[in-house]
């Protein structure tokens, strides 16, 4: 049943999506406008009318939905790649993630749906605005009870003294194996996302010194096409998501 305040996503007769906060409020769109009190007491699946007479069908949004409509801000990363990163690593619920080059959050957005409320993921930032932009989309969200947003240079350092994984979209991931190599449970995973291959050849040169303390690196990319659906015939579509990075893999031992 929604309840006031409940988020709930919108969707009309040509698919167009809104994400909205139900309340005792009007909301406005070109087919007309919704009264969202009304919302209240009725089952997900049901429907609202604007004052046009056109209907919105009403579901309950899901984490990609959210990270749809968050704001955006440096280049994200996309669901391909974090479905990847989550099911490699094994992360799982409860887990404690520390995450690095938080961006506009939705890799922390990801991982903070996957550890669940008795999980923790705490990310480091170096840029405020990055930050601020993050941490409104964690509340959006409704993630502010298990994540927090530092803002820190982890090249520095870490400060927790324990990580079930280690998750990171920086430049040069490499300069965090010193401190994984302290902070990171046996069998943890050490994420590293990175677009170049240069990034990579790099930080694997890195690594020689610490392969004794992680199982073999895995290397992989994503590639996603999706296919065009007709009554005549099946085709992949002309545009495909390619590349978007390279992720590295290593496994504390």
């Given at each position: 049943?929604?309840?006031?305040?409940?988020?709930?996503?919108?969707?009309?007769?040509?698919?167009?999506?809104?994400?909205?906060?139900?309340?005792?409020?009007?909301?406005?769109?070109?087919?007309?406008?919704?009264?969202?009190?009304?919302?209240?007491?009725?089952?997900?699946?049901?429907?609202?009318?604007?004052?046009?007479?056109?209907?919105?069908?009403?579901?309950?949004?899901?984490?990609?939905?959210?990270?749809?409509?968050?704001?955006?801000?440096?280049?994200?990363?996309?669901?391909?790649?974090?479905?990847?990163?989550?099911?490699?690593?094994?992360?799982?619920?409860?887990?404690?993630?520390?995450?690095?080059?938080?961006?506009?959050?939705?890799?922390?957005?990801?991982?903070?749906?996957?550890?669940?409320?008795?999980?923790?993921?705490?990310?480091?930032?170096?840029?405020?605005?990055?930050?601020?932009?993050?941490?409104?989309?964690?509340?959006?969200?409704?993630?502010?009870?298990?994540v927090t947003i530092k803002l820190k240079d982890i090249y520095e350092g870490i400060e927790e003294d324990y990580a079930d994984h280690i998750v990171l979209d920086l430049p040069q991931p490499e300069n965090v194996l010193p401190h994984a190599v302290e902070v990171l449970r046996p069998g943890g995973y050490f994420v590293a996302y990175?677009?170049?291959?240069?990034?990579?050849?790099?930080?694997?040169?890195?690594?020689?010194?610490?392969?004794?303390?992680?199982?073999?690196?895995?290397?992989?990319?994503?590639?996603?096409?999706?296919?065009?659906?007709?009554?005549?015939?099946?085709?992949?579509?002309?545009?495909?998501?390619?590349?978007?990075?390279?992720?590295?893999?290593?496994?504390?031992?």
């Amino acid at each position: 049943m929604i309840r006031e305040g409940d988020k709930v996503l919108l969707i009309d007769r040509r698919g167009k999506r809104y994400l909205v906060t139900v309340s005792d409020r009007e909301f406005h769109t070109d087919l007309g406008i919704l009264k969202l009190g009304d919302l209240i007491g009725k089952d997900y699946g049901s429907s609202i009318t604007s004052h046009k007479g056109e209907e919105f069908r009403v579901i309950k949004p899901d984490i990609n939905d959210i990270i749809a409509k968050m704001r955006r801000g440096p280049q994200i990363v996309h669901p391909k790649d974090a479905g990847i990163i989550i099911s490699y690593a094994g992360i799982s619920p409860g887990d404690t993630v520390i995450e690095a080059g938080v961006g506009s959050g939705a890799l922390t957005l990801f991982l903070a749906n996957i550890v669940g409320p008795s999980g923790r993921v705490i990310s480091y930032e170096v840029r405020e605005d990055h930050a601020e932009i993050a941490r409104k989309n964690v509340e959006l969200a409704g993630f502010s009870d298990r994540v927090t947003i530092k803002l820190k240079d982890i090249y520095e350092g870490i400060e927790e003294d324990y990580a079930d994984h280690i998750v990171l979209d920086l430049p040069q991931p490499e300069n965090v194996l010193p401190h994984a190599v302290e902070v990171l449970r046996p069998g943890g995973y050490f994420v590293a996302y990175t677009p170049c291959t240069n990034q990579v050849h790099r930080f694997f040169q890195a690594f020689q010194e610490y392969k004794k303390e992680f199982y073999k690196p895995r290397v992989v990319e994503v590639l996603v096409r999706e296919q065009e659906v007709k009554k005549e015939c099946m085709r992949p579509k002309t545009t495909m998501l390619a590349h978007t990075g390279y992720i590295t893999f290593i496994r504390k031992l």
